[in-house]
């Protein structure tokens, strides 16, 4: 089977990072390490092989480049394929909890 080279670009770094933050708000340090350790590990396992199985994401028309997305829980990946590389460059996750924490 054919392996690729996952990349998380900064972007999506910063994506984990501010979930990281939340989480550590809400669940602890440690159940938000955890989960910081899983996102990485699930984006380089699932995208590390074919990654042409996820779908092209909604808004692919708007990008000159093709745009796929992978579901991760409640998160959205966004990434694209060049050659034997991914690239994922968004990682956003759906709002879950009260409007309190957003006031």
């Not at 994506?15 to 708000?25: M, N, V």
């Not at 390490?33 to 984006?43: D, I, L």
């Not at 829980?73 to 060049?82: A, C, E, M, N, V």
Request: hydrophobic share 40%.
């Amino acid at each position: 089977m054919k392996r690729f080279k996952v990349i998380l670009l900064p972007t999506a770094k910063a994506d984990i990072q501010t979930s990281y933050e939340w989480g550590c708000r809400v669940w602890g340090v440690r159940q938000a390490n955890s989960w910081s350790r899983e996102m990485y590990k699930e984006c380089k396992e699932r995208l590390g092989s074919m990654p042409e199985r996820f779908p092209l994401a909604p808004e692919n028309d708007e990008f000159p480049i093709e745009v796929r997305q992978m579901l991760a829980g409640r998160y959205r990946i966004l990434f694209t394929i060049k050659s034997k590389t991914v690239y994922v460059f968004h990682i956003q996750g759906a709002y879950v909890g009260s409007t309190d924490e957003i006031l």
